[in-house]
Structure formats: C-alpha cells, structure tokens
C-alpha cells in the first residue's frame, strides 16, 4: 500500500511497533489520534487501511497533516483530546492512542520555549494562548512555585530554586529559557558532571503547569473510556512517572484490580464492573535498538487495554 505521506524526517513515533500491535488499526475501523504532532501515528494508522481523527491544541501542526486527505479518511481536530466525545459520540472509536508530553518538533523550536538547551522566549503554551511560563515565573508567590516544582516536576529543591528566582526576578523579569536555566542551575550548585540539566525537573513542572498536562490526561482517559466501542483498544505513551502513574491507577482500577494492599489498609475494591481489560501486566518499554536510533525514547513506557462491554464509570460527585 503506498503511504499516505512521509514524516518530517526529524520525527520518529516511539514505540510505533508495540502501539500498532496493541490497537489493530485495519480498513474499516476509525482510530483516534489524540496527540496528533508531526502525525507519525496518524500516518501509520492511515497506511494501515484506517481512518482517523486526530487531535491536537498546537495550531502549529496543521501543516504536517497536508496530503493527509488519505480519500476522506482523515480529519484533524483543533481541540485537546479530552474533546474526543463531542466529536465522535459514545462508542465512536475502534482505537484511541495517546502521545503525552511535548513533541521532538516543540523541543526543537526554540521560540516555543520549551527546551533549556535552546535559547528562546520563555513561553511553553502549546496553544499559543493564556498564561506563559514567564508569567508563572515572574508573578507566582514564592509558595506556589514551591508547590509547581514539587508537584510535576518532583524537585527535592523546590524551596532553594524558587527563593532564587523570586530574587533575581526582582533585579530584572525572566524572559528567556537559557536565562531562566542558568539562574537554576546556579541555585543548585553547578552540574557536577551530572548527566541531566539542572534545570531539567523545573523547566518540566513550568511546562505542566502552563498546559494543565495532568488534568487534560485525567479528563482525556475518561473520554477515552465513553469514545471506545467494545473491543475497541487504549494505547498511552508516557515519558514521565507522573503521567505514567495517572495511566497506570486508572487503567488498573477500570480493569477492575487493585494495587497489592498494606497489611494495614485493606484494599478499595469498585462496585462498577470493569471497563478496560488489561492487554498487558506492567508496561511495555523501548527496545535497545529503538533508544540507540531515538535516544528520547528511553523514557518511554506503553500501557494497553481492551474496552469491555460495561458502561463508562459514573464519575464521582
């Protein structure tokens, strides 16, 4: 089957293999891209014989589904994924797969903001609208981004890092990335031959942050849930243990298991029959061969499951 169009050369979709597995996409079945980006899955899915919808909040993409019309079978979607069932409806989907964090294509422009080791504005939106990283930095109190750094970007030095930037900032406002990367790692002392950025953990939290990435994820696997038909399939690809433990705690409570107990807290168990079903125990990882050729795969973990026949879990009051 001729492809429906050539990836940018540059992008390369992280455990494209185990993903296509996991979902089946096939002619005749609809999948959704929810993390459309430089639409490696998209095209995979589409070269498959399927169709798609695809999502993504980054205006900037529309240019990589150009030649994607792929006769009617593609269309891309201006929204976050989490809109998935306005668009398609309850049991619309065969396969939904989810892409998190921040593309290879945003790191790489540096006037988006989102790289430490590119100088640029300090942005970070992937909409391009509402607050920007500078603004958290420059006006957030002092506890709030202890708070941030702590929460998604789990940085023991919270309090050191934010107490240096509430000093700097006010000599002079934070307004460039490598500006911003200095003065961390500063902070902390120096790298010290250490093998990631200083700065790494809190360019992550601004970036959470600014995005609400964990509460679009939470309200993205519920839509997932009510969009999948039965048998219809989940693939999340997650980067950070954040992401991965929000995945992990839903998938396995939907599939109707429980976290192994404390001998001295007894386990939750649901009385809602079990929406997903688990394709497979733990996550699946890169291959040393994959990390070799894409080293930002190396952090990259896919977990699976299978729609039952039972409703959506009615959400909690």
């Known amino acids: 089957m001729t492809p429906a169009s050539s990836a940018p050369a540059s992008h390369k979709p992280v455990l494209l293999a185990e993903v296509m597995q996991a979902l089946r996409p096939e002619r005749g079945r609809l999948m959704v891209d929810g993390t459309f980006g430089a639409g490696g899955y998209s095209r995979a899915f589409l070269d498959a014989g399927a169709s798609v919808v695809a999502f993504d909040r980054d205006p900037t993409v529309a240019g990589f589904a150009d ?15 989490s809109a998935m069932t306005e668009v398609l409806g309850e049991g619309g989907a065969d396969g939904v797969a989810l892409d998190l964090g921040v593309s290879s294509m945003q790191m790489d422009e540096a006037e988006r903001g989102f790289s ?4 640029g504005p300090l942005d970070m939106r992937m909409t391009r609208e509402g607050l920007a990283a500078a603004d958290l930095v420059n006006e957030a109190e002092p506890a709030e981004l202890v708070r941030i750094f ?7 030095q919270a309090r050191r890092i934010a ?4 000093r700097r900032r006010a000599e002079a406002p934070f307004t460039r990335t490598l500006d911003l990367a200095e003065v961390v790692e500063r902070a902390l002392g120096g790298r010290r031959g250490a ?9 992550q ?3 959470i942050a600014v995005n609400q990435e964990l509460s679009e994820l939470e309200s993205g696997l519920v839509a997932a849930e009510r969009t999948l038909k039965v048998g219809g399939r989940l693939a999340v690809v ?11 705690a839903f998938l396995i409570a939907r599939a109707g298991r429980t976290a192994e107990a404390s001998r001295h807290v007894p386990p939750k168990v649901s009385d809602q029959p079990p929406s997903f079903e688990l394709l497979h125990n733990g996550a699946r990882t890169p291959s040393a061969e994959e990390v070799a050729a894409n080293p930002r795969a190396r952090s990259a973990k896919l977990r699976a499951a299978s729609r039952t026949a039972a409703p959506a879990w009615r959400l909690a009051a």
């Not at 430490?116 to 100088?119: A, G, S, T």
């Not at 093998?195 to 360019?203: E, G, L, N, S």
Request: no cysteine.
């Open 195 to 203: 093998r990631m950025h200083p700065a790494t953990r809190v360019f």
């Open 163 to 166: 107490g240096a930037l509430v």
């Open 116 to 119: 430490l080791m590119r100088d």
């Open 67 to 81: 030649g994607l019309g792929a006769g009617g079978r593609f269309r891309l979607m201006k929204a976050p994924f």
């Open 238 to 248: 997650s980067f950070h243990s954040l992401e991965d433990r929000i995945v992990k």
């Open 150 to 156: 702590r929460l998604y970007g789990e940085e023991r």
């Open 205 to 207: 939290a601004l970036r």
